[in-house]
């Protein structure tokens, strides 16, 4: 199976490089591959440039978003919030209509520095307007509570007992996601909140999410629903 995986960065190689560990046929969008390519500093977070990365993942192909919403059969969002409508407009409508695209992006604005607040909230959410703008293409959100390292390996904190959560309007497709979760990356507890508009909820979570990474000192950590 072919995966399209639309953005380079830390949550981007993550997905990327578990699946291509799995043996999926995975291919990394970038806007500017060229540039992404050149570069040879480490990135705000320490990560390492990209080049270096693909030099560990040589089975990950490299192109634009174009080139990797065309050949995935299923699609991973991994923009930043701010640049996800924009890489799905390059992506092209064409490439991303009657595929799976699990939106992990979230709607941040660091425009006021730390901690971010979100540029769409309460009566609307990032979910619902890239489904909104691509209404054939079958939009779930998830795995955009935690970080990309729990995204991928769960039980690298509490043995994996800790909740992921899903929305989406297809309800096939929000089937496919939870199976994706539980086989690909080994999430144990996973509640569907119900229809896209739920996404209002997961992404609401950022603002408690950068205070306790605050006050914790470390993102390696997750909310459980007890219940």
């Not at 990135?43 to 089975?59: I, K, T």
């Amino acid at each position: 199976m072919q995966i399209g995986i639309l953005g380079s960065g830390m949550v981007g190689r993550a997905i990327a490089g578990k699946l291509s560990e799995l043996g999926y046929d995975v291919v990394i969008g970038s806007r500017d591959v060229a540039a992404l390519m050149a570069r040879t500093e480490s990135d705000g977070m320490g990560n390492p440039p990209f080049g270096s990365w693909l030099q560990n993942h040589p089975a990950v192909r490299v192109g634009d978003f174009r080139e990797a919403a065309a050949q995935g059969e299923i699609l991973f969002n991994c923009t930043n919030g701010r640049g996800a409508l924009d890489a799905l407009a390059q992506a092209g409508e064409a490439h991303l209509n009657n595929k799976l695209l699990i939106d992990i992006s979230n709607p941040l604005d660091f425009s006021q520095g730390m901690p971010p607040s979100l540029f769409v909230s309460n009566n609307d959410s990032l979910g619902e307007q890239i489904q909104r703008a691509y209404p054939k293409a079958k939009v779930v959100k998830t795995l955009n509570t935690v970080n990309a390292y729990l995204m991928v390996e769960p039980t690298l904190l509490a043995a994996g007992d800790h909740t992921m959560f899903v929305s989406g309007d297809d309800v096939e497709a929000k089937a496919q996601v939870v199976n994706i979760l539980r086989e690909w990356f080994g999430w144990q507890d996973i509640i569907d909140l119900g229809d896209i508009t739920t996404a209002r909820g997961s992404e609401m979570l950022l603002p408690i999410w950068a205070r306790l990474w605050a006050a914790l000192g470390t993102p390696m950590f997750s909310l459980k629903v007890v219940r």
